[in-house]
């Protein structure tokens, strides 16, 4: 593999690194009493709100249907998933350093199926969240479920919700996108003294 | 052609003022039937295009906050212009069973004086803090009259944070005026009063008004950054009544001005007493150099009782702290420190034009307006142009400080203000308008009735250097036939005129709370984004918070039982309580653990005989509550909070004194109860 190939998929590695400076998914409700919006933000380690007290505040609203608080400690996949994140950067450097197009390959691939299988999970608990209400809930509307939509908007009683990806999700984008470009851009063929040849100038 | 009003004017000797002033009402009526511009025509005066000038549309915000002082009532309210909208009643000097401000245990400090608790007071002038002249919007400090206080609203929660008593003064209505960087806030005594130099008054007879009375000016150190205030110092002036200060900008920044009336020092009957003398004085007080003489040991000390109350912003509580001295300065000790300008007659506003330089003086009774010159004081101190002295401080010659007179202005001159564009416009309280007058060759250009009987006008900003001069509000005493009757009394009136072109023209009235003495208006973007939108319940420090439920309980302490509740929506902890007895006092401390705007919680009981309490986001508040008999009290959120703010209540079951209920509490499933200390 050339130089600059490397060096990409050493980009597309730390780009994952987004995960942890931006949300990877937001969820804006919206409501005549709530001009301002209120805004669930979910990261790869924790669960925030645009401000301090958003994830209060969607929990006082919440308990009015049955639904279950919201806490960060409610997820496990929320201790697990940045070991998963940071293995993944890991071994990406690590193919960059070994250079065979074929481990790219399989690192991309491993990379969207944790994607994907990410995307699951979260449907998951929002359909978790959404169906399983209290049985003494406060407001009961007769066959109302409220499980917000994993992309796009929907209207929940007089909510109208929104989900989007957050600037977190770029990340694996980018990486998946990068590295399927060098394994697609880069010649079947390397030579293999180009492998040994030591880089201690890569990154 | 000459209306019958002029023509009294121009026939009316000074001598016959009084009369007409008598006559004031009835001359009203004159006006009226006829017909002519200064009269009440209400059509007339109203502008074809008002409606659109002063309408906000539904969820737009006004473009200025006005503050105006309610008198009688104690409170501020604020409106926002020019739409006239009732924004907020701030409590200041009175219990508001509305918020529990003076009930809740945390308030009833703020309203703790040398007298005991005084719960209301008389509101007059409120006055916005500034910085380099202009309104800066941090605070706004008001006076009360009655026991004479001086507070401060912090416009971040709209909420009074501060008040203190004056000692030596009586009748606080010479106040407050804040220097042009908040350095001081200065307060002058109203009436004079016999001090006993212990810092209260002494028992005189009456007779000798002329010999012991004597007035106080206080000078109240206000903290940049804080805005905390501390007494520095007081003068101990002659015993005239103080009516009005303000003080000077630009090349006048280091004094400020007093009304005086009652130079004749009468100490009866004062309506005739105190209206002889054809001129009282102005007084020119430079407060740099009485700062200075103070700081460098001129001032003396005299015990003092007198007490302060702060608002603590972490723990949400007011302490009283009582301050036992106070220094003062005599002004015969201190060369240059203060002059007397002869008024005519019985002054009441004195304002200073935007550039300094001008400092308008409106006698109540006086047939003009003099105007004096700021450069021509100064000269005149130079070349002694004194015209004897009165106690130890120099007069100086009316003639030698005057710039000029303004005539014929209209009956009942009683306050100024400024549109920044060489304009002056002062109200007449006997003749019900607003005279327009040029600073430039001090002719009357333009006058607007009003409805009726002015007091006070305000320009925003119309007293810094750069007033914001499209809109006047003008607060009249009477309403008579302007809105529906309810009854004897009415509803006092704020008129919006605007005054952005060359002829003033009637915008708005609005109905206002109580009587408006004086107000002060704010561009709304000073102030607005600082608003605090809910107190961080991570950093309250009460004493008896509770941050989550599971910090909610009851304890006992010999027959006190404190409540450590919590309230969110749509519940309170606890919402069961047992344990209770008759007598017992207990406190409901409780915690609102909102952390959203607009989510206060109310909490009211069956039977208290205080009021309830409004606990605002993040906030704790206590109301105290002492049963009378046995039997089961409901107790409830009195802010609609929610879908399910009805159901947010519960019950405090009272046994009789003695029994052996032990103390429980819970919020659904019962916990165990908490152990009862002895
Ligand atoms: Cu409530």
Same mark, same amino acid.
């Given at each position: 593999m050339k130089t600059s190939s490397r060096v990409l998929m050493v980009v597309a590695a730390l780009s994952l690194g987004l995960l942890f400076l931006f949300p990877m998914w937001k969820i804006y409700l919206k409501a005549p009493q709530y001009p301002e919006g209120l805004e669930m933000h979910i990261w790869v380690n924790k669960i925030s709100g645009n401000t301090e007290s958003s994830l209060q505040n969607f929990n006082i609203l919440n308990h009015y249907i049955g639904m279950e608080p919201i806490h960060a400690e409610s997820f496990k996949e929320l201790t697990i998933m940045p070991y998963l994140v940071i293995g993944f950067i890991v071994t990406g450097v690590l193919v960059a350093f070994i250079g065979r197009r074929r481990l790219v390959l399989a690192w991309s691939a491993l990379l969207m199926l944790g994607g994907a299988v990410g995307l699951l999970d979260f449907y998951l608990w929002l359909e978790k969240f959404g169906t399983n209400l209290s049985p003494t809930a406060p407001i009961k509307v007769p066959g109302m479920t409220y499980v917000p939509p994993l992309l796009g908007s929907k209207t929940l009683l007089n909510f109208d919700a929104l989900s989007l990806p957050g600037w977190g999700s770029l990340g694996v984008f980018l990486a998946v996108v990068i590295s399927l470009l060098i394994y697609f851009l880069t010649p079947k063929m390397a030579k293999p003294q180009e492998i040994l040849r030591p880089k201690p100038t890569l990154v | 052609m000459e209306t019958i009003l002029n023509k009294l004017r121009k026939a009316a000797p000074a001598a016959a003022l009084l009369l007409t002033v008598a006559a004031g009402t009835a001359l009203q009526g004159c006006q009226k039937t006829n017909g002519n511009d200064a009269t009440g025509a209400t059509a007339s005066a109203l502008s074809s295009d008002a409606a659109s000038q002063v309408y906000v549309a539904p969820g737009k915000h006004d473009e200025l906050y006005s503050f105006l002082s309610g008198g009688f009532n104690g409170q501020?309210?604020?409106?926002?212009?020019?739409?006239?909208?009732?924004?907020?009643?701030?409590?200041?000097?009175?219990?508001?069973?509305?918020?529990?401000?003076?009930?809740?245990?945390?308030s009833k400090a703020m309203l703790q004086t040398s007298h005991g608790f005084v719960p209301w007071d008389d509101l007059h002038h409120p006055k916005l803090s500034r910085s380099k002249g202009m309104t800066d919007g941090r605070w706004l400090f008001v006076n009360g009259n009655n026991t004479p206080r001086v507070a401060r609203i912090d416009l971040t929660t709209f909420e009074t944070v501060e008040i203190m008593e004056l000692p030596n003064s009586a009748g606080n209505h010479c106040s407050p005026y804040p220097t042009n960087n908040n350095e001081y806030v200065i307060a002058g005594t109203r009436f004079s009063v016999p001090l006993d130099m212990k810092g209260g008054t002494g028992d005189v007879s009456l007779d000798s008004y002329k010999d012991t009375f004597r007035g106080s000016i206080s000078f109240i150190k206000v903290d940049q950054e804080k805005g905390d205030m501390d007494l520095d110092f007081q003068i101990l002036v002659p015993g005239f009544d103080y009516d009005l200060a303000n003080g000077g900008k630009g090349p006048s920044e280091d004094w400020v001005f007093f009304t005086t009336y009652n130079s004749e020092k009468a100490g009866t009957l004062k309506e005739v007493g105190a209206s002889q003398n054809d001129k009282d004085y102005l007084a020119a007080v430079n407060w740099k150099l009485a700062a200075k003489y103070a700081k460098e040991g001129k001032a003396r000390e005299m015990p003092a009782n007198y007490y302060h109350n702060k608002m603590d912003k972490g723990t949400?509580?007011?302490?009283?702290?009582?301050?036992?001295?106070?220094?003062?300065?005599?002004? *015969?000790?201190?060369?240059?420190?203060?002059?007397?300008?002869?008024?005519?007659?019985? &002054?009441?506003?004195?304002?200073?034009? &935007?550039?300094?330089?001008?400092?308008?003086?409106?006698?109540?009774?006086?047939?003009? !307006?003099?105007?004096?010159?700021?450069?021509?004081?100064?000269?005149?101190?130079?070349n002694k142009q004194f015209d004897g002295e009165k106690n130890g401080i120099p007069v100086l010659k009316y003639e030698?400080?005057?710039?000029?007179?303004?005539?014929?202005?209209?009956?009942?001159?009683?306050?100024?203000?400024?549109?920044?564009?060489?304009?002056?416009?002062?109200?007449?309280?006997?003749?019900?308008?607003?005279?327009?007058?040029?600073?430039?060759?001090?002719?009357?250009?333009?006058? !607007? &009735?009003?409805?009726?009987?002015?007091?006070?006008?305000?320009?925003?900003?119309?007293?810094?250097? *750069? &007033?914001?001069?499209?809109?006047?509000?003008?607060?009249?005493? !009477?309403?008579?036939?302007?809105?529906?009757?309810?009854?004897?009394?009415?509803?006092?009136?704020?008129?919006?005129?605007?005054?952005?072109?060359?002829k003033m023209k009637l915008l708005l009235d609005f109905p206002t709370v109580a009587e408006p003495h004086y107000a002060q208006a704010i561009k709304a973007d000073l102030v607005a984004p600082k608003s605090v939108k809910f107190h961080k319940l991570d950093e309250n420090k009460h004493a008896y918070v509770a941050k989550k439920e599971s910090d909610a309980s009851v304890t006992r302490q010999g027959n006190v039982v404190r409540v450590k509740m919590t309230a969110i929506r749509s519940h309170m902890t606890p919402d069961n309580i047992e344990g209770v007895q008759v007598g017992d006092t207990v406190y409901f401390h409780v915690t609102n653990l909102e952390q959203d705007w607009d989510v206060p919680h109310g909490f009211a009981i069956m039977g208290a005989n205080n009021a309830e309490t409004l606990i605002m986001p993040g906030a704790t508040q206590t109301l105290k509550w002492v049963p009378k008999k046995a039997g089961v009290f409901p107790f409830y959120c009195t802010d609609f909070c929610s879908a399910l703010h009805q159901e947010m209540q519960g019950y405090l079951r009272v046994s009789p004194k003695g029994s052996n209920v032990p103390i429980s509490f819970s919020t659904g499933k019962k916990k165990a109860a908490s152990v009862a200390l002895k």
């Open positions: - | 501020v309210s604020v409106y926002g212009l020019p739409s006239g909208r009732l924004l907020k009643i701030i409590p200041v000097f009175s219990q508001h069973a509305e918020n529990g401000y003076g009930y809740s245990e945390e949400h509580t007011a302490k009283s702290t009582v301050k036992k001295k106070v220094r003062y300065l005599l002004p *015969e000790d201190c060369p240059g420190l203060m002059y007397l300008l002869p008024a005519p007659k019985s &002054p009441h506003g004195i304002d200073v034009d &935007p550039s300094g330089e001008f400092m308008v003086v409106s006698g109540k009774l006086a047939s003009a !307006i003099p105007v004096f010159s700021f450069s021509k004081m100064q000269e005149a101190i130079k030698s400080v005057l710039a000029a007179e303004v005539k014929e202005p209209g009956l009942g001159p009683l306050h100024t203000e400024f549109d920044g564009k060489g304009n002056a416009y002062t109200s007449m309280f006997v003749s019900s308008e607003i005279v327009k007058w040029k600073l430039k060759d001090f002719k009357v250009v333009d006058r !607007i &009735p009003v409805y009726y009987s002015v007091g006070h006008l305000m320009i925003p900003g119309g007293d810094t250097k *750069e &007033p914001y001069g499209k809109y006047l509000v003008a607060m009249n005493k !009477i309403t008579k036939d302007r809105y529906l009757p309810t009854g004897p009394e009415l509803a006092h009136a704020a008129q919006l005129i605007d005054i952005s072109g060359e």
